[in-house]
């Protein structure tokens, strides 16, 4: 329940408790022996490298916002990048990772591979922007703060991004030790920015210069309700690389085509979400004006139900997306603090709307990966309907990101200023905006 009542709270401190709600996630969650963070808060959960990623990301912002001290923070970031630095590496099965990649998912306390998982390249990514992320933030004099850039840098420069193309121009998603290379890459417009800007970037293992035009080339762009959009299906795409690179203003070859940006992409793709809840085209309950956004997150499983005579199929974990599905009905709320950048107010507005109309979905202001509100008042579930059980570690990350970009850019501020970043958008093509302005005192110049 509610500690405070939310609809006594002005939007900044409504968006203050929920982002140190979400913060508190990586304090909870964490193993501070090795720095690892668990994909979920249920029981066992083994560590997601991408969530360690964002939790190198969100500790100097609990620094900033007063929630944590700084040392404190330092000894975590310095037990995670000792860790990957000192990790098993090799092409053997009781390893961490291989060629400087890691595998997707890793026990808790020895930090080996877990659940047969796969190397993940993206994954990996977004452990090396949090990486990143601590080594501009914590410039000081001591030996601590030394180390963690001295380790970032190495760990960064330790990936061997042209060995994960293959055979092709186009990064694989990832690799397994018998069957090697999963049989499918890169296709259409995701989450893969990010990736695709560090591995061009490293000076020593990166991918070959047409590697990101070769995936640019797979691009579906459509228009949807009115919005001409670069189309991905669940938000989450349309922000992970986002919390990271600030697009505004700066253009690829392909949006100076369409004459737009990629901020400007995830703003309409924001609107398109809302605009689809309007049309509820399965007629599921509750989707209208304030009650949107279809991600990838947890779901009430895998059953069928009737719905005003309509029998739909409800999914466990899927990656849901607007408007080509798939669809079961079940809202990621955690979407409105991750696209509050793009569009403040109907984020803001679906935010008030969710915490005054379903104040039940919330844990002391703690966003859950999903619910879906069609279930309400059904057997085995409450008055709001099914409500997803623990939290996920990318929910709570991408939460606490976004919205301190949104309050004060700080994320944004301190990779502007990282080389790795703008000699990556540098290759793939990116022109104008802050990347004109020259780098001063090791932040961006505004």
């Known amino acids: 329940m509610l500690r405070a009542d939310p609809a006594a709270l ?25 720095g690892l963070v668990a994909d979920t808060s249920r029981p ?19 620094v900033e916002r007063g929630w944590i001290a700084r040392d404190a923070a330092a000894r975590l970031t310095l037990a995670a990048l000792r860790f990957f630095q000192t990790s098993t590496q ?15 998912f890793l026990d808790m306390r020895s ?25 501009a933030y914590f410039s000081g004099d001591s030996d601590d703060e030394a180390e963690i850039r001295h380790l970032a840098e190495a760990l960064y420069r330790r990936v061997d991004w042209r060995w994960a193309q293959g ?54 762009w459509e228009n949807i309700y009115g919005h001409d959009v670069l189309y991905g299906g669940p938000l989450f795409m349309h922000q992970f690389s986002h919390a990271w690179i600030d697009f505004s203003g700066i253009r690829d070859a392909f949006m100076r085509e369409k004459n737009s940006d990629y901020f400007e992409n995830s703003r309409r793709s924001t609107y398109l979400h809302r605009d689809y809840a309007r049309h509820n085209p399965y007629g599921f309950d509750g989707y209208g004006e304030n009650l949107w956004g279809l991600s990838a997150g947890d779901g009430p499983g895998g059953f069928r139900a009737s719905v005003e005579r309509r029998t739909h199929r409800f999914s466990g974990y899927a990656a849901r997306g607007a408007p080509f599905g798939p669809d079961d009905g079940t809202i990621a709320p955690w979407s409105y603090p991750a696209s509050l950048p793009f569009a403040p107010d109907i984020c803001l507005a679906a935010l008030r709307h969710l915490v005054d109309r379903y104040p039940e979905v919330l844990d ?19 008055r709001a309907g099914w409500v997803s059980e623990g939290h996920y570690g990318l929910d709570q990350g991408i939460a606490v990101m976004m919205i301190e970009n949104h309050r004060s850019g700080l994320i944004w501020e301190l990779m502007r200023s990282n080389p790795h970043i703008r000699r990556g958008l ?15 005192g090791g932040r961006d110049v505004a």
């Open 10 to 34: 002005a939007d900044d401190e409504l968006l203050d408790h929920c982002q140190r709600a979400a913060f508190g996630y990586f304090l909870e969650n964490v193993n501070p022996d090795n």
């Open 44 to 62: 066992n959960s083994p560590c997601s490298i991408a969530v360690v990623g964002f939790a190198l990301s969100c500790y100097p912002i609990g």
């Open 90 to 104: 090799g092409s053997g099965h009781d390893v961490t990772g291989h060629k400087g990649f890691y595998y997707h």
């Open 111 to 135: 930090g080996l591979r877990v659940w047969r998982c796969e190397l993940s390249m993206v994954d990996t990514a977004l452990l090396i922007a949090g990486m990143l992320v601590a080594s």
């Open 167 to 220: 055979s092709s121009p186009t990064l694989r998603q990832g690799w397994k030790p018998r069957s090697g290379f999963l049989h499918y890459g890169w296709e259409g417009y995701n989450e893969a920015t990010i990736l695709y800007v560090l591995s061009m970037a490293s000076p020593d293992r990166p991918t070959s210069d047409d590697s990101y035009e070769a995936w640019t080339a797979t691009y579906q």
């Open 364 to 382: 002391n202001f703690r966003l859950p990966s999903g619910f879906n509100p069609t279930l309400a008042n059904r057997r085995r579930f409450g």
């Open 426 to 440: 540098d290759k793939a093509g990116f022109t104008g905006g802050w990347l004109s302005r020259p780098v001063s």
